[in-house]
């Protein structure tokens, strides 16, 4: 009897925690569509397609960051945080400049391209692919999820176990766009654990973020100078500022609150 | 110093170049040398600005990993040497310039931040 009266009360309090959250997620930005895991992170590119009768521009994060690393992109060759900011062009492109810097036939595959039979096919359509079927892709995203980890939230893959097992290596460094960093004697030295603390229950490693996306991704635009004060909130988060100008667009959402509060944040 | 004794060369400088020939192609021959020596020195100066733009650039960029363990006169010393890039990367003719920019920016803004931290 008592076990069981027990087994209500816990009962209870789980129900009582899953509905607060649901409420709570959905008063906040968990109102939009969510994503199905392939559409998760693909970004719409449009500043110059459509004026120019192309169809716009659709980038997936996915195949992307299975292969390079974050900063590899958003550092080094420049491209920006932000759908549209960096205002891509065809002739940037073919001057080996953003996604030129690697479709242009070696790294993946240019926009025309001579076949072994020696006619020319045209990939236009593989990145100008907004709103069009049948469009032969090479790479098949269900096909490539089933041999990740799987994660409940994003892409539904376990991005981080991907890499840990192995199954995703990522590259960061592409030659002639790269640079040689000075590496620090002590890999520790990242490890700037003193500004951590000021989030109490909150798990972030500075280490790891910085071996995704160097420093510059974040300092100081994502975060400036602390001033010691709790400065942004949980609603700052979703409506993208802080952790949420990377979780819930690319990195897991701001749904997984597991993934950041390591206690139940009610 | 006597302040009178300058203004009495002076005084004599002027009243040779006005008067007297010979002194007058001395004096020349001493601005020449005087200008000679000016070009010289700046022509060096030059010669140091013409570290190939790339490769300033990866040298200050390089130290972006290990900003943190960097003083405050190293750092300010790396935003400065940021600004002066990024004067030469604005007159370039290159299609390439504009991810330099960028970049050169991210760098200048990391060492400010790293500075803005150690109170500098």
Redesign the interface.
């Given at each position: 009897m008592r076990i069981v009266t027990k087994g209500y009360i816990l009962g209870a309090c789980l129900l009582v925690f899953f509905l607060v959250t649901a409420a709570y997620a959905a008063t906040y930005g968990a109102k939009k569509r969510r994503p199905k895991p392939h559409e998760y992170g693909a970004v719409v590119i449009n500043n110059f397609s459509a004026k120019n009768r192309m169809r716009p521009v659709v980038f997936p994060h996915w195949i992307h960051r299975a292969k390079h690393t974050c900063r590899l992109c958003h550092v080094d060759i420049g491209f920006a945080m932000r759908a549209g900011g960096t205002e891509i062009t065809e002739d940037d492109n073919k001057a080996g400049l953003y996604c030129g810097a690697c479709h242009n036939g070696t790294v993946a595959f240019a926009p025309k391209e001579t076949s072994a039979k020696g006619e020319t096919v045209e990939n236009c359509d593989r990145c100008h692919s907004y709103r069009k079927e049948g469009i032969p892709f090479k790479n098949d995203f269900y096909e490539f999820k089933k041999g990740m980890p799987q994660g409940r939230f994003g892409n539904g893959i376990d991005w981080l176990k991907a890499e840990d097992e192995g199954r995703v290596k990522l590259v960061d460094y592409l030659e002639g766009v790269s640079i040689r960093r000075q590496k620090l004697k002590n890999p520790e030295d990242i490890e700037i654990s003193a500004k951590e603390t000021g989030m109490p229950d909150i798990i972030f490693s500075h280490r790891k973020h910085a071996i995704w996306n160097g420093c510059e991704l974040c300092h100081p635009e994502i975060f400036g100078v602390n001033r010691g004060e709790v400065k942004y909130t949980m609603q700052d988060i979703f409506d993208g500022k802080f952790c949420g100008a990377c979780h819930d667009i690319v990195a897991f959402p701001n749904s997984d609150c597991q993934g950041c509060h390591t206690k139940p944040v009610f | 110093m006597n302040p009178e004794k300058t203004f009495v060369g002076k005084a004599v400088v002027c009243n040779g170049i006005a008067s007297r020939p010979r002194e007058a192609v001395l004096w020349n021959l001493l601005m020449s040398l005087g200008i000679l020596f000016l070009l010289l020195s700046a022509s060096t100066s030059w010669g140091e600005e013409e570290v190939p733009w790339k490769d300033e650039?990866?040298r200050l960029?390089?130290?972006?990993?290990?900003?943190?363990?960097l003083d405050v006169p190293q750092l300010t010393e790396l935003i400065t040497d940021c600004d002066r890039l990024l004067e030469r990367l604005e007159m370039l003719n290159d299609?390439?310039k504009?991810?330099y920019i960028?970049?050169t920016k991210?760098?200048r803004?990391?060492f400010?931040?790293?500075l803005?931290?150690k109170g500098g």
């Open positions: - | 650039f990866e960029c390089g130290y972006t990993d290990v900003a943190t363990t299609p390439k504009k991810t960028f970049r991210k760098c803004d990391l400010r931040f790293i803005e931290t």
